[in-house]
């Protein structure tokens, strides 16, 4: 059964997502993909996952961007979603897809080390 906040979190997650596509047209903010959104039991902060395709540079070019957009998107949130108080966003790189890259690449390594030895 959900609670109101994994609900309103499911809903952050669907407009931000939307509005970066759409409603932003900040040139930092590069391919960037929302992974997750949690929101506090009392809906007054949001910290909002997210990964960039690219390098170094593409990722801290797009956070300045996403925290240049913060109020916007706060703004639009507590508008769509109606809510009383709009929560406060917090951004936050999601490195759980590099990780994966990365035992993914290990466990390739360790198959062709295996395949050598044969």
Avoid: C, W
Wanted: no cysteine; proline share 2%.
């Amino acid at each position: 059964m959900f609670n109101r906040s994994e609900k309103v979190a499911e809903a952050i997650h669907e407009l931000v997502s939307g509005l970066i596509v759409k409603g932003m047209k900040d040139p930092r903010i590069g391919f960037i993909t929302i992974t997750g959104v949690k929101v506090t039991d009392d809906i007054r902060q949001a910290t909002i996952y997210y990964t960039v395709m690219g390098d170094d540079e593409a990722r801290v070019s797009t956070a300045r961007g996403l925290a240049s957009a913060t109020g916007f998107l706060r703004r639009e949130i507590g508008k769509q979603l109606r809510l009383k108080f709009a929560p406060e966003l917090h951004f936050k790189y999601d490195q759980s897809i590099e990780y994966g890259n990365r035992i993914d690449q290990l466990l390739k390594e360790i198959e062709t080390e295996k395949g050598s030895d044969d």
